[in-house]
C-alpha cells in the first residue's frame, strides 16, 4: 500500500522534468538547457533529475517524446469537438497550424538545429522525427476522413503538413499570426474542394499546388 503513493510522486516528477525541459528548450534554447536548469525549473535536485534521466540527451529525447504523444492524443479528443461540415476542413487546418506554431516545434527545432551538426545527437533524432511524421500524418488523415487508398488525398495531407511546418518557422522570429490566418482561410478552402470531389467519386488527377 506505501509504494503506489512513492510510485505516483516518481511519476509527477518525471513529467514535471520533461515538461520543464520543453518549456526551457522553447524559451532559452539548446545551449542553456543543461539538466540542472531544468531541474530548477521543474523544482527538484540534480540528483532526482539524473536518477530518472542519466544524461542531457535521455532527458530531452524523452522530453520531446513524451509531449509529442500528449499533444497527438490531445487532438484525437479535440476532433471529437470539430464542427461538422462547413467550416471543418479549416478548422483542422487551424489545428494543424497550431501544433507547428506551439511550444512543442519551437522547443523540438531547437534539437533538430543542433542534431544537424552532432551525429550521435542526430543518430537519437532521426527516429523521433520519423515517428512524429507518421502520426501527423495518420491523426491528419483521420481527421479530415481521407481513405486509405486515395493516394491523391494523402499527397495533400502531407502537403498541408508542410504548410504547417512552414508557417511555423516563419513564426519563430516574428509574428507572422495576420498573414498565416489568410493563408490557412484560402489552403483550407483548396483542399476542401479536393478532398468533397474525391469523396464524390471524382478519379480524374486533380492537380497539385
Do not use: N
Amino acid at each position: 500500500m506505501m509504494r503506489e503513493p512513492q510510485q505516483d510522486r516518481s511519476r509527477l516528477t518525471r513529467q514535471r522534468l520533461l515538461e520543464a525541459t520543453i518549456d526551457c528548450l522553447a524559451d532559452q534554447g539548446w545551449a542553456a538547457t543543461t539538466v540542472g536548469v531544468v531541474a530548477k525549473r521543474a523544482g527538484v535536485s540534480r540528483g532526482a533529475a539524473q536518477h530518472h534521466f542519466p544524461t542531457r540527451e535521455d532527458l530531452i529525447t524523452a522530453a520531446l517524446e513524451f509531449m509529442f504523444d500528449s499533444r497527438m492524443e490531445a487532438a484525437r479528443l479535440e476532433a471529437t469537438g470539430l464542427p461538422a461540415g462547413p467550416g471543418r476542413t479549416e478548422a483542422i487546418v487551424t489545428r494543424l497550424v497550431e501544433y507547428y506554431t506551439g511550444t512543442l516545434f519551437k522547443a523540438a527545432l531547437q534539437v533538430w538545429t543542433a542534431a544537424a551538426s552532432d551525429p550521435a545527437l542526430r543518430e537519437r533524432v532521426l527516429p523521433l522525427e520519423e515517428k512524429f511524421g507518421r502520426v501527423a500524418h495518420r491523426t491528419a488523415v483521420a481527421m479530415l476522413g481521407v481513405e486509405d487508398g486515395d493516394l491523391i488525398a494523402h499527397r495533400w495531407v502531407q502537403l498541408t503538413l508542410d504548410l504547417a511546418r512552414g508557417l511555423g518557422l516563419a513564426d519563430v522570429l516574428t509574428d507572422d499570426s495576420k498573414r498565416r490566418a489568410e493563408l490557412i482561410k484560402q489552403w483550407a478552402a483548396d483542399l476542401d474542394s479536393v478532398l468533397h470531389r474525391r469523396r464524390s467519386g471524382e478519379q480524374e488527377p486533380v492537380a497539385l499546388p
